[in-house]
């Protein structure tokens, strides 16, 4: 599955997103100026909003608390401050233990247009998907708007999260407005995401190892007069070594622990036949430039052979891992009744 894009909650889908029991998770620190605005912008069809504040220093809880009257609103306050992914984690535990079907989390700097909402989760009503995330790069119109530097940053942080996460059709990774079905988030293990502003990626890298399916839905950008309290320039080295990381772990999973394919051959010997013919040739180049010699026809082709043959091979496997997209929706499966009757 690819993108959404013309998106629109239809008669059909307009329904069962009614039946279905939503719940909106918005994570809040230093949003007081905008907290207001995105609560009452979300519309009927979610039956209850938690305003996660964490250890805000402005206490957007007490604002809240005071300035907004929507019965559908839970203000919880975290103690101390563990990080936007922290404070999501806190809103989806929460929303589980409620019986909610469908949980979407939404910032609260209005960035994100609650009206969108019912576009966002319709291919999770529909069944054609178990999480759904924002992508604002699908109309190159809307993206005047964006910093230059955060379209560079998230352009080459995409790049990295289709390597760590084995989403290749997704884009615009660090998209914060995403709904997931409760039966998926059930299966994730929540202690283990990564509680800053890393656990975005990290969420895409758990649905990948549980095969889930995900899809973008395009989203317009909005940037107003809010400032982003993510620094690219700062977090690109540790978002570099934990997509390295998590590059790592996803490899061995799939294609060496879960199952084996041809794949699995590809990669290790392209990346030692590659080595080889890079490490040997580089020796000879060094050893006939000290000598003033003519390096052999054979030394030439000795280097160049395994070199050319092992970054073929792993073309081949990462061909191989586009082509092995998660297809099949999880959360039907994961709600099917127990076959022996217990």
């Excluded at 039956?47 to 559908?72: E, G």
């Excluded at 966002?120 to 005047?144: M, S, T, W």
């Excluded at 540790?238 to 294609?255: I, M, P, S, T």
């Excluded at 070199?307 to 994961?334: E, I």
Aim: with cysteine.
């Amino acid at each position: 599955m690819d993108s959404y894009p013309n998106a629109s909650v239809t008669a059909n889908g307009l329904t069962s997103a009614k039946r279905c029991r939503i719940a909106v998770v918005i994570p809040c620190y230093r949003v007081c100026e905008q907290i207001l605005g995105v609560l009452q912008a979300v519309g009927e069809e979610v039956s209850t909003i938690y305003v996660i504040d964490d250890a805000c220093p402005d206490d957007t809880a007490s604002l809240v608390l005071s300035a907004c009257k929507d019965p559908r609103v839970r203000v919880i306050r975290n103690p101390r401050n563990v990080g936007v992914g922290g404070a999501v984690m806190r809103g989806y535990r929460e929303a589980s233990l409620d019986g909610h079907e469908i949980v979407v989390k939404i910032d609260g700097d209005g960035q994100m247009d609650p009206a969108d909402l019912p576009r966002l989760i319709q291919p999770i009503v529909l069944g054609h998907a178990d999480y759904c995330k924002g992508n604002r790069f699908f109309d190159p119109e809307g993206l005047a708007s964006m910093p230059w530097l955060r379209l560079l940053g998230n352009g080459l942080l995409s790049l990295l999260s289709k390597l760590s996460t084995g989403y290749w059709q997704l884009f615009d990774p660090n998209n914060g407005y995403t709904a997931i079905h409760a039966q998926v988030l059930a299966k994730l293990p929540l202690e283990k995401i990564a509680q800053r502003y890393f656990f975005e990626s990290d969420m895409l890298f758990r649905l990948g190892l549980m095969r889930a399916v995900v899809i973008d839905v395009p989203m317009p950008a909005r940037y107003g007069t809010e400032r982003s309290h993510l620094n690219e320039l700062k977090v690109a080295p540790e978002f570099l070594a934990k997509h390295l990381r998590n590059l790592g772990k996803r490899v061995l999973y799939q294609y060496y622990l879960r199952d084996m394919s041809l794949a699995s051959i590809q990669l290790p010997l392209g990346l030692g036949l590659a080595l080889f013919g890079a490490g040997f040739g580089a020796w000879h180049w060094m050893q006939s430039a000290l000598a003033a010699t003519t390096a052999s026809a054979g030394t030439v082709m000795l280097a160049a052979l395994p070199l050319l043959v092992g970054v073929q091979l792993v073309l081949s496997f990462f061909a191989a891992d586009v082509a092995a997209q998660p297809r099949v929706v999880q959360h039907p499966l994961l709600t099917m009744p127990n076959q022996s009757g217990r």
